[in-house]
């Protein structure tokens, strides 16, 4: 299996999952983003969804770190063509992430093809 890995800045100001609630949280966010995966890989295992306040790691809004492992890409897409995956995913998960979490600032989207 390969690995997509997600990392993104979410407004603290308006949030529809709680930080003091974080595990719930997260199994949101995973099923949420486990839908939107699927629609680019075969077979996908989301491996970690951590939710880190901003108290925490010391700057402005929260963390949301996703790892995940996928099997096959639908369609197949050359290895040339990575950057312009990792822009797909980037917009299709930051669109429904907004609506739950607020304003997001996705910083990271990597894609091992």
């Known amino acids: 299996m390969r690995i997509v890995q997600i990392?993104?800045?979410c407004a603290e100001q308006r949030m529809e999952v709680t930080l003091e609630d974080a595990d719930r949280s997260e199994i949101t966010i995973e099923h949420l983003v486990s839908h939107v995966l699927l629609e680019f890989?075969?077979?996908i295992l989301i491996d970690e969804v951590s939710l880190i306040p901003?108290?925490?790691?010391?700057t402005q809004?929260?963390?949301l770190?996703?790892?995940a492992r996928y099997t096959l890409m639908t369609p197949p897409f050359?290895?040339?063509e990575q950057d312009f995956i990792e822009l797909k995913l980037e917009g299709a998960v930051s669109c429904p992430l907004a609506e739950l979490l607020g304003e997001v600032d996705v910083e990271q989207v990597s894609v091992n093809v």
């Open 7 to 9: 990392c993104l800045r």
């Open 41 to 43: 890989f075969e077979e």
């Open 54 to 58: 901003s108290s925490r790691h010391g």
């Open 61 to 63: 809004g929260n963390l």
């Open 65 to 67: 770190f996703i790892r």
């Open 78 to 80: 050359r290895i040339c």
